[in-house]
């Protein structure tokens, strides 16, 4: 991974090109290659990299002067990370509820409903949607503000749009995995004993149903890191996704690293997490 | 005494066009209408059914409202953007362009994998190995931010979203034509294929292949529409294709700015692609219930 990020930031245009002013010598271009260590032969560089990246140091932002590329990054960090568990919580909220009804109303309107939205949801360009949501309820209706950060109300249209493409596809896992649970032996024996129908579908089949689509977790975790670009960029967020826009396009590599590096850590992480949660809903992980 | 009944037979049609008619029949119409509409046409025949010149506008007309709008004129019927290019004209001439990319990275993208996926299936061992590692790292490369890094370094061109799309694509292939080829590659008849002498090559590309075409078929139809939503994406954050290429990624970031002023902007792209992914989606599935019913899950 570090790799291919050092080589794609690397061998892909010369970083001096964009710095300095059209009119510097072939002097100023010395000077500040030494400065940057950029003089150096490329597995150097790399040594060095790899080297100052496992303590967290990315060193320091070539377009904002005085910052380090790790401090820029855990300074937007938050936001994201606020926006993307913000998506989340809307994507389940809307997916569980609508994904359980549609399994047990089977075949009924609710069920082509869902389909249709699902299948909306899987077309819909994110960036688009942000900004026909920003036009109808922030310019039309005036009800959300149209970017930037701040309380709930900034959150709710950049939530919606980067949560919206989870919706669809949750819901056909949670429809798919109930309606596999609602067929098995023990729900059968639940209801044999008498137990209220909301009980055995809400407490025992959503439970064992929740397993797959958990694993999705992991993947939507990665797929809303890379969506929260898009949706930052729509709505101006200040958070990492525009933090790495607009240091790709300033060429400023040591924020893409420092950026690509936390996303594939944040990965791993929710990779780890959701293990960990497997054990915790399905006892029968942790004897495996 | 039993009375015997005759009936007469209604009128049946030739048994062959009525199986054909049958067949028509079944068709998925809606997302074919869709697309025929939305990208075929357009696609094919962009000189001749676009109004306008779409690179070309006139800064006298600029941010007329579509045709049923106040103020709006039924010679641009979608109206126009601010620089006084006809919106639909942009739009047909962006068909063409989504066509395009899309039908390159596929196929350039389809091949590559193919080809990969049979040699690793097919020889196994450290060739497999090594191939399967080069796919699991490309499934879990961050798309959005490898592409942003890749165009912002090259500069976007036609020739740098292609790249970027079929480093992205090309996996997806070679895991799939891997797991048909383990499987196939035991079958009795590529074992006689290899007694009656016919070489390795000839083996994959007469006797494998063949068989994995229709799952093949039907992923590269799924991905057409993913394909033209990472496309779209892609222009609009600035690291797709270049301005002024009418495509509608491209469209919808022009109209972002004007979005109190001149909705229209960017909302008639941004619908094309909805409809055309949409149609792409429910052909996708409707071709993979019918040529492969195992694909289910990808």
Known sequence: MSLVVFTLARFTGNPLDVMLPMEATAEDYERVARYWGLDQPLYTQYAIFIGRALQGDFGASWKWPGRTAMGLVAERLPATLQLAGFALLVSVLIALPVGVLSAVKKGTGWDTAAKIVALLGQSLPGFWLGIVLMWIFAVHLGWFPTSGRGGLQYMILPAVTLGWFQVAAMMRLVRSSMLEVLDSEFVKLTRIKGLAEWKVVWKHCLRNAAIAPLTFFAIIAGVLMT???????????????????????ARDFQVVQAVVIVFAGIFILTNLLVDILYAYLDPRIRYR | MATVTVRTLPWYAPPRVAQAMRQVRRLPMVPLFLLTFLLVIPALLAPQVAPYDPLKGSLAKRLTPPAWHDGGSIAYPLGTDKLGRDILSRMIYGARVSFAVSFVAIVVGGLIGTSLGLMSGYFGGRVDALLMRLVDISLSLPTILLALVLVAAVGPSFGTVITVLVVLLWARYARLVRGETLTIKERDFIARARVAGASHTRIMARYIFPNVINSLIVLATLQV????????ALSFLGA????????????????????????????????????????????GDWLRDHLDPKLRNV
Request: charged letters at 10%; zero cysteines; glycine letters at 10%.
């Open chain 2, 240 to 283: 797709g294709l270049p301005r002024p290429t009418p495509a509608w990624g491209l469209m919808v970031a022009d109209g972002r700015e004007l979005i109190v002023s001149a909705w229209w902007v960017s909302m008639f792209p941004g619908l094309a692609i909805m409809l055309t992914v949409l149609a792409l989606n429910l052909l």
């Open chain 2, 225 to 232: 529409g993913y394909v033209i939503l990472l496309e779209s």
């Open chain 1, 227 to 249: 969506g929260s670009v898009v949706t930052e960029s729509v709505f101006s967020w200040p958070g990492t996704g525009l933090l790495v826009i607009d240091a790709v396009r």
